[in-house]
Nanobody
Framework: QAQLVESGGGLVQTGGSLRLSCVTS????????MGWFRQAPGKRREFVAA????????FYADSVKGRFIISKASAENTVYLQMNSLKPEDTGVYYC????????????????WGQGTQVTVSS
């Protein structure tokens, strides 16, 4: 059984919305910070958003600030990424990650990764 499982990706037009889900275990959900990263075609993986284990702190990349919202649902041990006003530049594989992070925005701080879900935004 995978420790982190992403879903919710798909095809959407510019200006549309999608909500990604990351289902994990209660232990991971209540112990580690969790984040979303994405990898666009031909580019390296980049930070998108993150939330502390308690949910009291959130972090966003400048490119998505004001458009994306990260949240936690404790009853389902699920982290969500609500993506609004989508642009073609948002296209890529989105990965959920967890770990004992301190800065939250660096991929090397995360120890556990999901398999990814594809998001494609058409122009």
């Amino acid at each position: 059984q995978a420790q982190l499982v992403e879903s919710g990706g798909g095809l959407v037009q510019t200006g549309g919305s999608l909500r990604l889900s990351c289902v994990t275990s209660a232990y991971i959900f209540n112990t580690f910070g969790m984040g979303w990263f994405r990898q666009a075609p031909g580019k390296r993986r980049e930070f998108v958003a993150a939330v502390s284990w308690s949910g009291d702190r959130t972090f966003y990349a400048d490119s998505v600030k004001g458009r994306f919202i990260i949240s936690k649902a404790s009853a389902e041990n699920t982290v969500y990424l609500q993506m609004n006003s989508l642009k073609p530049e948002d296209t890529g594989v989105y990965y959920c990650a967890a770990g004992p992070v301190t800065a939250y925005i660096y991929s090397h701080e995360y120890e556990r990764w999901g398999q990814g879900t594809q998001v494609t935004v058409s122009s």
